[in-house]
């Protein structure tokens, strides 16, 4: 349907514009305004929904953190278990203890054998005592007037024998004493040369080395008597407490499953079509649908050299059935809210920097 503008109208047209105020003539800008405003945003919104794939990529995945089996390294009744299921510990927090009563008597044991070592050994490295010496000297002194006298004695048989008074049994035997008293004297002799000298080195390297040797004994039954205290090696959360107090622990059988608090990443599976797109150190936001206004910023910490069948937990069935890279998505989780399992959605802005060096701060979520 054509419409016919005639003089007439225009002029009407004109002549109601001229009777508007200033007033009403800002309002109709200011409405023009606005409505073009609406429709470009309302076109960006459209575009960028567009342009969305193109410019983050998105991947479904589970919370996953390291896991700690804790046992005791000795083996023993447990007495106490200081924890349950659930609960945070700290670092170097006690857990749990063995009887030590074995462990005790042992230490103490070996303590008492060190202490003699040091006196034995002391005793050596002293050498003889003066008192020690001068009996020694004593000894020479009394066995050569021993020598002295058996050797007069002797002269003086010796005379009687020649001159027919005494048999030659007897100068045999007046003979023999004389060695006797000689060989004595020269017993006598060496005994002062050893009190003299003191001990010989090796028997106190010998005494030396029995005493590093129960020192090295004590030091691993006082490790033992240690070992009898169960301590958290990290800050984490219990998950599993497997024994109970009455149970005899060894090295063997764990205690508690300890899940550490750090480090956090995101399992995901990334098909190989965007493989190419991801490299270490790509900037990442995480979500989850417990939290799902809070933004968890993260980072790409691992790719998987090898391609595997995406697991069945993964809830996108169009990739179940393809090969894909695993892919661990380090996330900054300081108020602990991501635990493990929990279900993340993970975006990665492939725009960021691709140094693999623009790693963020675990600053707390906004």
Known sequence: MNIIVTREMVDSITKIIMKLSEKHIIRLMLIFVLVVAVAALIGYRYWDRDHEGELALTFYGNVDMREVQLA????????????????????????????TTRFESAVRELEAQLERAHQQLSELEAGSRPQEIRKAQADVAAQKASLVETE???????ELVHEKFLS??????ARSRLDVARARLKAANEALS????????EVIAAARASLEQTEARLKH???DLLDTQLFAPADGVIRSRILEPGDIATPAKPVFTLAKL??????????????????????????????????YPGWVGYIASTAEFTPKNVETPALR?????????????????????????????????RTGTDIPDCAPAQ
Request: aromatic letters at 6%; a positive charge; hydrophobic letters at 40%.
């Open 221 to 223: 039954a006082r490790k």
């Open 152 to 158: 007069k004695s002797y002269r003086r048989t010796l």
């Open 321 to 353: 059935t393809r090969l894909v890279y695993q892919v661990w998505v380090y996330a900054c989780n300081p108020s602990n809210a991501l635990r493990l399992g929990m279900p993340a959605t993970v975006v990665l802005n492939i725009e960021a920097p």
């Open 168 to 173: 030659p049994q007897t100068l045999d035997d």
């Open 194 to 201: 050893l009190a003299v000298e003191g001990p010989r080195k």
């Open 72 to 99: 005791f390294m000795v083996q023993d009744r447990i007495v106490k278990l200081n924890v349950n299921e659930g609960e945070r510990v700290t670092q170097g927090q006690l857990l749990g203890q063995l009887d």
């Open 262 to 295: 750090e480090p956090v990443w995101i399992r995901t599976y990334v098909p190989e079509t965007q493989l190419g797109r991801i490299v270490p150190g790509m900037q990442a936001q995480i979500r989850t649908d417990s939290f799902p206004d809070t933004v």
